[in-house]
């Protein structure tokens, strides 16, 4: 099992720019792939970001790409999200998850993660 936490959330303004890190528990953290997904109020949870397992192969959904970078430090057991040119629509409560097995590089699909964070808040104002 792995227990993740999320931190880094927070207010900012349109434009600006957050650092979202998840600290996971356990000793084998290398090997897990690794998510973020987030959820607005009145929302489904929708993908973020996914890594896998070595870091050499990230995926991006299409509203985030090219201003958000996932990356993760093995050494460290954690996992972060590099937000940069925030926008009001990424107001949400981002969700850091985990899960063992899997049949590729990186996992997109919520339902495939099977450790999921508390979740960390960040609001962007306009």
């Known amino acids: 099992q792995v227990q993740l936490v999320e931190s880094g959330g927070g207010l900012v303004q349109a434009g600006g720019s957050l650092r979202l890190s998840c600290a996971a528990s356990g000793r084998t953290f290398s090997s897990y792939y690794m998510g973020w997904f987030r959820q607005a109020p009145g929302k489904e949870r929708e993908f973020v970001a996914a890594i896998s397992r070595g870091g050499g192969s990230t995926r991006y959904a299409d509203a985030v790409k090219g201003r958000f970078t996932i990356s993760r430090d093995n050494a460290k057991n954690t996992v972060s999200l590099q937000m940069n040119s925030l926008k009001p629509e990424d107001t949400a409560v981002y969700y850091c998850?985990?899960?063992?097995?899997?049949?590729?590089?990186?996992?997109?699909?919520?339902?495939?993660?099977?450790?999921w964070g508390q979740g960390t808040q960040v609001t962007v104002s306009s």
């Open positions: 998850a985990a899960v063992l097995n899997a049949t590729a590089a990186v996992i997109s699909s919520g339902p495939l993660y099977d450790y």
